[in-house]
């Protein structure tokens, strides 16, 4: 059974930083894409970026130029550097790991930005 332990969630002032991570444990298959999404209370959740296993990446426009994500496929570990974050970014964030053509998502891990 994969299990996703997330970190680097936290309150920050607006225009600071935060990172994130996410480690899958209990896999036998390298991912095929790991990735971030994000849900604020009523709000759909929605994509923040993903990464896929020959390192392609895919950004949400709202987050274009401020996130980057990466990865450590021989951890089984993504990373989600957030810069100049501002009070919108606000929202649980989730880990989301495909391989094996299943998809496994992590609890999540709260980011609060602060005016």
């Known amino acids: 059974q994969v299990q996703l332990v997330e970190s680097g969630g936290g309150l920050v002032q607006a225009g600071g930083s935060l990172r994130l991570s996410c480690t899958a444990s209990g896999s036998d298959f390298r991912f095929n894409s790991m990735g971030w999404y994000r849900q604020a209370p009523g709000k759909p959740r929605e994509l923040v970026a993903s990464?896929?296993?020959?390192?392609?990446?895919n950004y949400a426009d709202s987050v274009k130029g401020r996130f980057t994500i990466s990865s450590d496929s021989a951890k089984n570990t993504v990373y989600l550097q957030m810069n100049s974050l501002k009070p919108e970014d606000t929202a649980n964030y989730l880990c989301?790991?495909?391989?094996?053509?299943?998809?496994?998502w992590g609890q999540g891990t709260q980011v609060t930005v602060s005016l």
């Open positions: 989301r790991y495909i391989a094996n053509q299943r998809i496994w």
């Open positions: 990464i896929s296993r020959d390192g392609k990446t």
